[in-house]
T-cell receptor, first 111, second 114 residues
Framework: AQRVTQPEKLLSVFKGAPVELKCNYS??????LFWYVQYSRQRLQLLLR??SRESIKGFTADLNKGETSFHLKKPFAQEEDSAMYYC?????????????FGQGTILTVHP | DGGITQSPKYLFRKEGQNVTLSCEQN?????MYWYRQDPGQGLRLIYY???????QKGDIAEGYSVSREKKESFPLTVTSAQKNPTAFYLC?????????????FGSGTRLTVV
């Protein structure tokens, strides 16, 4: 089955500490993955996509085909990073429909 | 500004009533989706539509219905058959033709059964 999983529902770190939000996938074909973020009282928004290989708000994510993972990392967490994070397959194209989001990870960054 | 508009922001429903949540987009996206967000359960897909006049059930379609008469609009009706309708509902859209696309989300509707 094609699936995206996030093993951690909750993750707490202190400000300035490194943070890694885990995402694993089981896919047939070439995997394409995204990270979305939902800050308090804001709409869910795209954070980054693996194709662009961008660094957004200090976050990066590398697709590791050997480990079938797409973990989200930031070397120094900030309090404003506290949010819900979702890992997800692409919408539309060849992977639309029932491919759904990971379960989400709530990140709390303590002062 | 291009985007997705969901209305209303808050909705209260009496038990046994049907209610309809509105979702409109002006992004010219072909595909639209409805998700339900519950604490501790992430996002669960209710229905999706890739083209006008066509839609498919997601993982939790029971007790819900949709229509897609216009490209811009994808309303969701929560029927009295939905056993636990109190939740936060998110509408999304995406392009579909070629390439790999992300979702654009609305700001959500919080439905409460009273």
């Amino acid at each position: 089955a094609q699936r995206v999983t996030q093993p951690e529902k909750l993750l707490s770190v202190f400000k300035g500490a490194p943070v890694e939000l885990k995402c694993n996938y089981s896919y047939s074909g070439s995997p394409e993955l995204f990270w979305y973020v939902q800050y308090s009282r804001q709409r869910l928004q795209l954070l980054l996509r693996h194709i662009s290989r961008e660094s957004i708000k200090g976050f990066t994510a590398d697709l590791n085909k050997g480990e079938t993972s797409f973990h989200l990392k930031k070397p120094f967490a900030q309090e404003e990073d506290s949010a819900m994070y979702y890992c997800a397959p692409p919408a539309g194209g060849t992977s639309y429909g029932k491919l759904t989001f990971g379960q989400g990870t709530i990140l709390t960054v303590h002062p | 500004d291009g985007g997705i508009t969901q209305s209303p922001k808050y909705l209260f429903r009496k038990e046994g009533q049907n209610v309809t949540l509105s979702c409109e987009q002006n992004l010219n996206h072909d595909a639209m989706y409805w998700y339900r967000q519950d604490p501790g359960q992430g996002l669960r897909l209710i229905y999706y539509s890739q083209i006008v006049n066509d839609f498919q059930k997601g993982d939790i379609a029971e007790g819900y219905s949709v229509s897609r008469e216009k490209k811009e609009s994808f309303p969701l009706t929560v029927t009295s058959a939905q056993k636990n309708p109190t939740a936060f509902y998110l509408c999304a859209s995406s392009a579909t033709s070629g390439g790999s696309y992300g979702y654009t989300f609305g700001s959500g509707t919080r439905l409460t059964v009273v």
